[in-house]
C-alpha cells in the first residue's frame, strides 16, 4: 500500500504541472519527435454539391406533396409524413414555424439545433435572443414576421445541411413561402441563404425571387460566433427597415 504523504505528495506535484499546462503523460523512454514520421491528415469528407440519386427522388415527393398542401396546416401534415430525408430519422421534432399566416416579412433562419428541438419553434436561445434585439432595433417584434427554418430537423451534430438535403426538401419551403406570400423575406445564415436562393448563391445582400425582395444576411449564430460581423448585420438591418417603410 503507497505511503499517504508520498501520494498526497506526488498528486500536489501532478496537480502543479497540469496547472502549468500539462496535458499528456509520457513513458520512460525519450521520443525523438522531429525524426518521428507525421501522419498524414486524414480528409475530411465532402458532401455532394449535388442531390444524390435517392434525394432527387425524394425531392419529386416533396415537391408533389407541397404541391398538394392548400394552406400552412396541410403543409405541415405534409412535411410531418415525408419520410425521405434522412435528417427525419435522427430528430426529436419537427420545426415548422412561427408567427402570423399573413406576415408581410418571413425571416428563414438556419437549421435547427439543440434550443429549437427543445422549444419547438426556430430562432430558441441564445441565438433566438439576440434576433430578437436585432428585430427590436428597428422597431419589430417576433409576434409581426413569419419565422421558417430552412429544413424542419435538426442535422446531426448540428452540422450544416448538406447541399443535397437543402435541395430535397427546398419544395416544402417554397410553398410555405407561397402560402404565406410576403413582401420581403430574409434569409439569415448561409443554409438559409441556398435553401431559399438555391445551392448556388453565395453572396449576401438584396436579390429577387418570385417576385419577392430577398436580402440575405448573417445569422444571430454567425454573429455570436463573430461578434465582428455585428456592423455588416445593423448594415443588412437599416437597408431592410428603408424597405419596410416603402
Known amino acids: 500500500m503507497p505511503d499517504p504523504d508520498e501520494y498526497r505528495a506526488a ?3 501532478l496537480a502543479w504541472q497540469v496547472e502549468l499546462g500539462a496535458d499528456e503523460a509520457i513513458g520512460e523512454d525519450p ?3 522531429y525524426a518521428a514520421v507525421p501522419e498524414a491528415p486524414k480528409a475530411a469528407p465532402q458532401m455532394s454539391a449535388a442531390p ?3 434525394e432527387e427522388g425524394a425531392m419529386g415527393v416533396a415537391q408533389a406533396a407541397a404541391r398538394a398542401a392548400g394552406d400552412l396546416a396541410g403543409l405541415e401534415a ?8 434522412e ?7 419537427t420545426i415548422f414555424g412561427q408567427g402570423p399566416a399573413d406576415a408581410r416579412l418571413v425571416i428563414v433562419t438556419d437549421a435547427p439545433g439543440r434550443a429549437e428541438e427543445q422549444a419547438r419553434h426556430p430562432a430558441a436561445g441564445r441565438a433566438g435572443a439576440l434576433l430578437d434585439r436585432m428585430l427590436a432595433a428597428i422597431g419589430l417584434a417576433r409576434k409581426e414576421v413569419r419565422l421558417v427554418p430552412v429544413v424542419p430537423w435538426r442535422p446531426p451534430l448540428d452540422r450544416d445541411p448538406s447541399p443535397g438535403e437543402l435541395e430535397s426538401l427546398r419544395p416544402f419551403l417554397s410553398r410555405h413561402l407561397a ?6 423575406v430574409v434569409a439569415m ?3 438559409a441563404r441556398q435553401g431559399v436562393l438555391g445551392t448556388d448563391a453565395d453572396k449576401d445582400g438584396w436579390s429577387g425571387m418570385d417576385g419577392r425582395d430577398v436580402l440575405s444576411m448573417p445569422s444571430p449564430a454567425a454573429l455570436l460566433r463573430d461578434p465582428l460581423r455585428k456592423r455588416e448585420a445593423w448594415a443588412a438591418l437599416l437597408a431592410l427597415q428603408d424597405r419596410l417603410r416603402r
Do not use: T
Open 189 to 191: 445564415g448561409h443554409a
Open 179 to 184: 402560402l404565406v406570400a410576403p413582401d420581403i
Open 11 to 13: 498528486l500536489a506535484q
Open 31 to 33: 521520443v525523438d519527435r
Open 87 to 93: 435528417l427525419k430519422r435522427g430528430a426529436r421534432a
Open 78 to 85: 405534409a412535411i410531418a409524413a415525408f419520410e425521405g430525408c
Open 52 to 54: 444524390s440519386r435517392s
